[in-house]
């Protein structure tokens, strides 16, 4: 297994540089992190932009709706300093920014916090980047969104964004997996991406599995949690430290075979004795 394949930067490597900024993203793909997460929205002037609020106060200090606003005004904002000092020179970026940072290697998730107005701009986008479509997955909450996503970009994995118990405790049934499942073939997208919380257990994620569906989890920053999770066979983690955690279960993954040879050689000298 090669871990790298399977972690996701959330908002680029959003735990050392501002969420959701080129430095953010850059870091990531200097980490040699496979895969980025970002988010993006719809301003005013029918630009797509890379941010997780509707609003900039949280980033900025200086509040501006994003689908009220122009391009220009949203890039004299300062998106970094609220980070540290030494970022006060990142500002918002625009998709197409963000797509040219991609490596050949890379792969770019979107999630779409915009109404359906924002594909066919989305799709322009894409299709203009160079990119292969196989670097390119997109993922929303909004289910139909991703149906009009589907038809109009086919070529592109589709995951559908599952909150499940993020909010309150709660079990779910055989019958609600089951009515998630049909639904995600019903609008031929390609999975889920899912909370990592009580619901995600090994049932969860077995029954998306033998459906042929792929499964991602958010937000994991414990490599322990990390390294089960890859045990039972997830597809994705979405983590906050995408290096960190990369260099973690790799760590993991070679004590293990050590524990594994030592107990073999422990086995092998039993029986000559």
Not at 135 to 162: C, G, N, R, S, T
Not at 165 to 174: A, G, T, V
């Amino acid at each position: 297994m090669v871990i790298k394949n399977y972690i996701i930067a959330h908002r680029g490597e959003s735990f050392d540089a501002p969420e959701n900024t080129l430095a953010s993203i850059q870091l990531a793909w200097q980490k040699e992190v496979k895969t980025v997460e970002i988010d993006v929205r719809m301003t005013i002037d029918n630009q797509i932009v890379v941010i997780h609020d509707p609003d900039t106060f949280r980033i900025s200090g200086k509040k501006l709706v994003v689908k009220r606003s122009t391009l220009h005004e949203l890039k004299q904002l300062d998106f970094g300093s609220h980070k540290h000092p030494k970022w006060a020179d990142e500002h918002i970026p625009t998709l197409r920014e963000v797509l040219s940072t991609v490596p050949p290697e890379g792969k770019l998730i979107i999630e779409i916090k915009s109404n359906t107005h924002i594909l066919d701009r989305l799709k322009q986008e894409l299709s203009q980047s160079g990119l292969e479509s196989a670097q390119i997955e997109l993922i929303a909450f909004d289910v139909q969104i991703l149906k009009k996503a589907k038809q109009l970009m086919p070529e592109y994995k589709m995951l559908w964004l599952l909150e499940l118990d993020y909010s309150r405790p709660q079990q779910l049934l055989w019958t609600e997996k089951k009515k998630i499942i049909n639904k995600v073939k019903r609008f031929h997208l390609d999975g889920v991406d899912v909370w990592a919380g009580q619901a995600m257990n090994c049932d969860f994620i077995s029954a998306f599995k033998d459906a042929g569906l792929l499964i991602y989890a958010w937000t994991v920053n414990d490599p322990e949690k990390a390294g089960w999770l890859l045990q039972n066979g997830i597809d994705g983690i979405t983590t906050d430290k995408a290096g960190w955690m990369t260099e973690e279960l790799v760590k993991k993954q070679q004590f293990e075979v050590i524990l594994l040879f030592c107990i073999f050689d422990v086995w092998k000298m039993r029986k000559l004795t």
